[in-house]
């Protein structure tokens, strides 16, 4: 099992840049959780913010993502 | 055909990103970037069903439509209700090009899902064609419309005197990185949900080889079914929302000020 240590720490930080996903996933789903409690206070005027919710989702996601380029970065380009 | 991509499959032991692969339709040699290769059939065939319903949906032209005229119909109007309420009405002389968007990621997302078909979206290339095209139309277009003033868009006026400097660095920084997290987004999202897939698909047969199998072999089947569920879902929202951000920066492009 001996290996190069570059290799290693290539796949731990592999690994943690996923936990930067996990931050995207709360981000999501705190958009998407209030936008119901919002829709069911006030349903009449849902129908109207859906475009909102998902401008808001993508916002929210772009960030994941950037963690998501950095881990495909890590295993395919450094 | 697609089957060269998947070849290893008979085997049993696969790799969940050999569907990704990019292979020459005709003999293997290296791929330049004239060569036939399996996204370009794939695209093609996006281009032919894109072709097919709206070109002989719109053919009848009939009061009470048949099916394929309602889709296109219900499609054509879809677009063109978003593009205005997230635009404005003096957005609609771009709607061919927002719709070409949305008409093409929704075909070439969904193609993407029949078993043995290659996904376009998936590769970074494809979309990040798109999104530096959205990217350059929009910049473009910003300064033909406003000229100078199309730079209020990284001085946030509503903000304090002090603070307006470092909200320009990032307002900048994050209009720069639109194109990356546009492309990426959609990318990302195609490719992780067939490999998820393909990864259940490579548990799914061990019930040929142990005894675990009689629990692995059925949890894996319905989870592949609940997943292609959820990626048809995800084909049509990735592609919604790819337009819906393009709406987004050319409100941004045509009217600049915070």
Redesign the interface.
């Known amino acids: 099992m001996e290996g190069n240590i570059a290799e290693l720490g290539k796949y731990i930080g592999v690994g943690l840049t996923a936990i930067g996903m996990g931050g995207a996933a709360m981000g999501v789903g705190n958009v998407a959780g209030n936008y119901l409690s919002g829709a069911l206070r006030n349903p009449s005027a849902a129908a109207s913010q859906t475009?909102t919710l998902?401008?808001g989702?993508?916002f929210a996601?772009?960030l994941g993502?950037?963690s998501?380029?950095v881990a495909l970065l890590l295993m395919f380009a450094v | 055909m697609a089957t060269e991509a998947h070849g290893s499959e008979s085997s049993l032991v696969f790799h969940p990103m050999d569907q990704f692969k990019v292979t020459p339709l005709f003999g293997d040699g290296p791929v330049h970037w004239y060569t036939i290769t399996n996204v370009t059939l794939w695209m093609a065939i996006a281009v032919v069903g894109v072709i097919l319903l709206l070109v002989v949906g719109s053919r009848g032209r009939a009061v009470v439509p048949s099916k394929g005229q309602s889709i296109a119909e219900l499609t054509y109007g879809f677009v063109y209700k978003?593009l205005e309420?997230?635009t404005g009405k003096d957005a609609v002389k771009y709607f061919p090009y927002v719709m070409t968007l949305f008409i093409f990621i929704v075909f070439s997302n969904m193609l993407g899902l029949l078993p043995l078909s290659f996904t376009t979206t998936s590769h970074i290339a494809v979309t990040g064609v798109l999104a530096v095209l959205v990217f350059l139309f929009v910049t473009i277009l910003g300064f033909v419309k406003n000229g100078s003033k199309f730079l209020a868009l990284f001085w946030v006026s509503s903000a304090p005197m002090a603070v307006r400097p470092l909200l320009a660095v990032i307002e900048l920084i994050s209009y720069f990185?639109r194109p990356?997290?546009h492309s990426?987004?959609l990318a990302?999202n195609m490719m992780a949900g067939h490999a998820v897939i393909k990864v259940f698909a490579g548990f799914a047969p061990i019930i040929l080889f142990s005894g675990i199998g009689v629990v692995v072999t059925p949890v894996s089947i319905l989870a592949i079914t609940g997943m292609y569920a959820l990626e048809i879902l995800v084909a049509f929202?990735q592609a919604?929302?790819f337009t819906?951000?393009t709406c987004?920066y050319l409100k941004d492009a045509l009217h600049p000020a915070h």
């Open positions: 475009a998902f401008i989702m993508a996601e772009a993502i950037f998501f380029l | 978003m309420e997230v990185v990356v997290s990426i987004r990302g929202i919604y929302v819906i951000l987004v």
